[in-house]
């Protein structure tokens, strides 16, 4: 491992909360090796300078699109939201009867697939939800993935991989040789660019938190922060769903979990004690 690498892998997690391996210096530069002809940078050293300076917003884009991983399908593991459809949203309507409003969060959303999927969820409870206020927010840390998802354009590869043909026709029209996610389904969803190591104060509260697949790049001191965040931005018996392959120990700090894997729930927060003088 080179001294450049080295002072990249730290910047990098530093910036975004990936650890690189000290074994994945040949995958990280083949992968920046297009950004560095872009911006007329003659090696790996140089690259590490200019991003080290932070002062090169296209350059620190380029390098975070570059190496954030966007594997992502419809409905992905399917079982979260089975677990979501029959159990977290009549919970969570029962609760918030008097309120009649929901909001959701999926973090990490990639290049909208499981953003789009949890609306096809709620699409399908309409008349369940006839008068209630649904919003979706759903950010990524890349730009270009974000793009992606707020045009709602899918290859023949990609609709087949999760959708039936009945979610296919009700959902999406063809365009060209891509399918179109319908208009009115793309405008209930919020798509932003968003850190996760960022201030999530003015996101407000949600009542169901995505994070899945993201949270096992993180070192477990980033991770922990990041999963206080969660909590803190997730209402009174609020969810937070990760990933089927995550084991995420340290939520347990912040959350309980339910029975269903990879599920947990806020702890009710202690309500303050009016005292009398």
């Known amino acids: 491992m080179t001294l450049a690498f080295a002072r990249f892998r730290r910047q990098i997690a530093l910036v975004t909360g990936i650890a690189f391996g000290a074994d994945k210096q040949y995958l990280v530069e083949s992968r920046l090796a297009p950004v560095m002809r872009t911006h007329n940078l003659s090696g790996f050293a140089d690259l590490t300078e200019a991003f ?15 190496l954030t991983t966007n594997e992502t399908f419809f409905f992905r593991d399917r079982t979260p939201f089975e677990t979501f459809r029959t159990t977290i949203l009549p919970s969570l309507m029962a609760s918030r009867a008097q ?8 973090a990490a959303c990639s290049t909208g697939q499981e953003a789009y999927s ?12 006839r008068g209630w206020s649904l919003d979706i927010l759903a950010t990524d840390l890349s730009t270009r993935a974000v793009e992606t998802a707020r045009n709602g354009r899918y290859s023949q590869f990609e609709v087949q991989r999760g959708l039936s043909t009945g979610l296919l026709l009700r959902h999406f029209h063809r365009d060209g040789a891509s399918w179109r996610v319908n208009e009115h389904l793309r405008a209930r969803i919020d798509f932003r660019a968003f850190n996760l190591l960022s201030d999530y104060e003015a ?12 949270l096992m790049y993180f070192e ?4 922990r922060a990041v999963l206080a965040r969660l909590a803190d931005a997730l209402t009174d018996g609020g969810y937070l769903v990760l990933g089927a392959t995550e084991t995420a120990a340290e939520a347990g700090a912040f959350f309980s979990q339910t029975t269903a894997n990879g599920v947990w729930q806020t702890r009710r927060r202690a309500q303050p004690q009016l005292r009398l003088a």
């Open 99 to 106: 309120e009649r409003r929901l909001r959701f969060w999926c």
């Open 118 to 129: 949890l609306a096809m969820v709620l699409e399908n409870e309409a008349i369940a939800l």
């Open 203 to 214: 996101l407000g509260a949600f009542d169901v938190i995505f994070c899945r697949n993201v």
């Open 52 to 66: 080290e300076r932070r002062d090169n917003g296209p350059l620190a884009r380029d390098v975070i699109d570059a």
């Open 220 to 223: 477990p001191e980033t991770k």
